[in-house]
């Protein structure tokens, strides 16, 4: 059986309250992830109704994390090992900075998987950085 993850449904609550989408859009939403096995997110842009930014934005919000336009705000380039290519397409996430010799990090998906995940490639001196879009300006 399909469930949809507390971070999702959370997020799903916050965009309903600030009016980025309609009650019964995030409920067709539901209904739609569950019959599909996908995210509300891959939903709500499917069908048009959210831009991917409004949504990393919310994610951002509710995780307490700030949001980052990679765009506007690149990663450190140092911090990036093009052998981790893969790594970071994988799993959504690469080393953003670093602030006292912590890395922060960038992720479309934050979380305990992402964490856990991170904290087994860069060590427990982690912490996140926020939320981040990339998505290229044509689809905003």
Known sequence: M????E?????GDLLVR???IRPDQFE??????TRWQVSISDVLMSRWWLRAEVYSRA???????RFVRMRDEPADAE??????IDFYLQN???????VNGRVQLATTSPGPKTLLTARAKWGS???HVGSVSSTPPAMR
């Open 2 to 5: 399909f469930t949809h993850s």
């Open 7 to 11: 971070s999702d449904l959370g997020v």
């Open 18 to 20: 600030y009016g980025a």
């Open 28 to 33: 067709e939403a539901l209904e739609l992830a």
């Open 59 to 65: 994610v951002a919000a509710y995780h307490g994390l």
């Open 79 to 84: 911090l990036l090992n093009p052998e981790d």
């Open 92 to 98: 959504l996430i690469i080393p953003w900075g670093t």
């Open 125 to 127: 001196s982690l912490f």
